[in-house]
């Protein structure tokens, strides 16, 4: 199994980026998937989860309303777009996938990417 981060880059304050997921090996339908990034001498944080479903989003407080997590189960990839990017928001992006629902910030994820970085400048 392998997930694939891709899409990273750099962009301007308030500028947009999206960033996809895609697995070989697994079936994203069957899984919910997480980003998560990490910043320069900080601790990764979680950003956005998708249920299994895709019907449930939850999101972090700092990108809520400026990111949207979305499935694409055809692809079989998981999307983030980002947008009212700010400067705040460079790190290394990266997504997770896990084959149960709940507690998208504590569970422990079965797969994880590679990471894919973004940098965003004032």
């Known amino acids: 199994v392998q997930l694939q981060a891709s899409g990273g880059g750099w962009a301007q304050a308030g500028e947009s980026l999206r960033l996809s997921c895609a697995a070989s090996?697994?079936?994203?339908?069957?899984?919910?998937v997480a980003w998560f990034r990490q910043a320069p001498g900080k601790e990764r944080e979680f950003v956005a989860h998708?249920?299994?479903?895709?019907?449930?989003?939850d999101y972090e407080d700092p990108v809520k309303g400026r990111f949207t997590i979305s499935k694409d189960n055809a692809k079989n990839t998981v999307d983030l777009q980002m947008s009212s990017l700010n400067p705040r928001d460079t790190a290394v992006y990266f997504c997770?996938?896990?084959?149960?629902?709940?507690?998208?910030?504590?569970?422990?994820?079965?797969?994880w990417g590679q990471g894919t970085l973004v940098t965003v400048s004032s």
């Open positions: 090996g697994l079936t994203f339908r069957d899984y919910a």
């Open positions: 998708i249920s299994k479903s895709g019907s449930m989003m």
């Open positions: 997770a996938a896990k084959n149960k629902d709940g507690r998208p910030r504590t569970a422990t994820y079965d797969y």
